[in-house]
């Protein structure tokens, strides 16, 4: 980054519910000292005093949905000398992916009484579909001290530092026992990258630590065993047409649940 003006950041949003836009907004002092290391020249979830690129940096949410969204990302990357993606929206096309898997024109003559005026996509893609993405920062939504992590990594020249360990891990960390294990309930840990409430000491696994089953908000973690975990699942009784729920949630088109979904599917 030049040294001699403050470096550019533009936050931009897709299809998506702000919620990694807020995660930014929620880091409240650290933004403080963003704002003072940055000159924050697009941010509409915060601003609508705007400045014109190139930017230095831009930070994505949300995912492809329209044609209008397909050319505007285009614009986006011509103006951004980095793009980073926030978000499970615009790292794996988000819960909105779901129409991935049936005909999107059903759901439109069912929810609007005009579909024809609807202009739409067939699916939700992420923004790596469309354009070269430097950094993907998963997440539903995105844990803000990784994203600032990331923005603070990028502004230094280095690489961001954001493990890739399971939830499982954060489980053993904290001293959770098993969900699965002990009580059979099904639960997305040991394939999803941890993330979740990272921050104290006491944080992490949010969803194991109250009796509940992981739910994959972080999006497979590096080298996920989907095979296994199904196996797992389907010698303790659950039907296929569940397994394939359980991989279709707010991460359901990143490839490698895509893929495990698709491969139980009738």
């Known amino acids: 980054m030049a040294r001699n003006k403050k470096p550019k950041l533009a936050v931009w949003k ?3 519910c702000d919620g990694c836009q807020l995660s930014l907004l929620d880091c409240e002092d650290e933004l403080l000292t963003l704002a003072g ?14 400045v014109k690129g190139p930017y230095d940096l831009s930070l994505v949410e949300g995912s492809i949905t329209t044609p ?3 050319e505007r990302i285009q614009q986006i990357r011509r103006t951004s000398k980095l793009l980073v993606t926030i978000g499970a929206c615009a790292t794996a096309g ?28 067939n699916k939700s893609t992420p923004i790596s579909d469309h354009v070269l ?18 923005v603070n990594a990028i502004l230094h020249e280095r690489k961001p530092n954001t493990p890739r360990h399971s939830v499982c891990t954060e489980c053993k960390r904290r001293g959770i026992v098993c969900v699965m294990v002990a009580e059979g309930t099904p639960c997305l840990g040991p394939i999803t990258q941890m993330g979740c409430g990272v921050g104290g000491e006491y944080s992490g696994a949010i969803c194991p630590a109250y009796d509940r ?6 999006g497979p973690k590096e080298t996920p065993n989907t095979r296994s ?11 296929e047409q569940e397994l394939v729920r359980k991989f279709r949630g707010f991460n359901a088109f990143a490839e490698a649940f895509r893929k495990e979904s698709e491969a139980h599917e009738k």
């Not at 290391?37 to 705007?50: K, Q, S």
Request: aromatic residues 16%; contains cysteine; hydrophobic residues 40%.
């Open 133 to 150: 993405v430097d950094f993907e920062l998963q997440g539903c939504p995105v844990n803000k001290y990784q994203l600032m992590e990331v």
């Open 37 to 50: 290391a940055v000159d924050i020249a697009y941010f509409l979830e915060a601003t609508r005093a705007t």
């Open 229 to 239: 975990l199904s196996r797992w699942w389907t010698e303790h009784g659950m039907s």
């Open 14 to 16: 897709f299809a998506s």
């Open 213 to 218: 089953g992981c739910y994959g908000c972080f």
């Open 94 to 121: 988000g819960i909105q992916s779901l129409r991935n898997f049936k005909d999107v024109r059903e759901f439109t003559a069912i929810v609007y009484a005009q579909p024809k005026y609807i202009e739409t996509l």
């Open 68 to 70: 209008h969204d397909a």
